[in-house]
């Protein structure tokens, strides 16, 4: 699925013509004439990508990227006109994603939202909260608590159980798991992960009679569904 696309553009021959293309790529496209509505657009639906017309009756581009970017993180492209340096530049400033150039060709748009739409899902952020059953592990407060109560364990512990949460349903290899939780230079032997994975199950499995922490023979470990 390659996603939802806001076009917030006055002139009707190009976002008609933007807008056929990328439905023929796949994307659900929505379409607004006006920088108000767009606004409003933009923030009550999730897209994707938001492409940006400067020149709009109501409220300009630029204004729209500002009120926008108070609550929302949507990858932005403009479409700017050829020598608008000017508004190329606070585009950028105020956190634009990128901009086209008109006329432009389809081509090199598509290119532009496929690049910002994979920036965004790259940095997105890993999950900070996991459970399993009746056991909970919170990155942010540094805790690992079974049906509430909690889990001692030492930072080690806790970065291999959180390592194999956050790669659920993945079998770990002795090597990644070293990699991840020790670092890449850490110069132990690959026993340490065999060592720490019996104090994790000395402290959950054996305590709560489950079997949380799977052993993979000749492959790794893994906490499966
Ligand atoms: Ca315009």
Known sequence: MPG?????EDEEKIARFTELELIHEGYTVDKCTDGRSGLEAALENAYDCVLLDIMLPGINGLEVLRR???????????LTARDAVMDKVSGLDMGADDYVTKPFAIEELLARIRLVTRKRAAVKQPEEEYSFGLLSLSVPRHEVTWDGKPVELTGKEFALLETLLENRNIVLSRETLLEKVWGYDYAGETNIVDVYIRYLRSKIDDVYGVRLIQTVRGVGYAVKD
């Not at 939802?4 to 917030?8: C, G, K, P, Q, V």
């Not at 926008?68 to 403009?78: A, E, G």
């Open 4 to 8: 939802s696309i806001l076009i917030i």
């Open 68 to 78: 926008l970017r108070k609550t929302s993180d949507v990858p932005v492209i403009m």
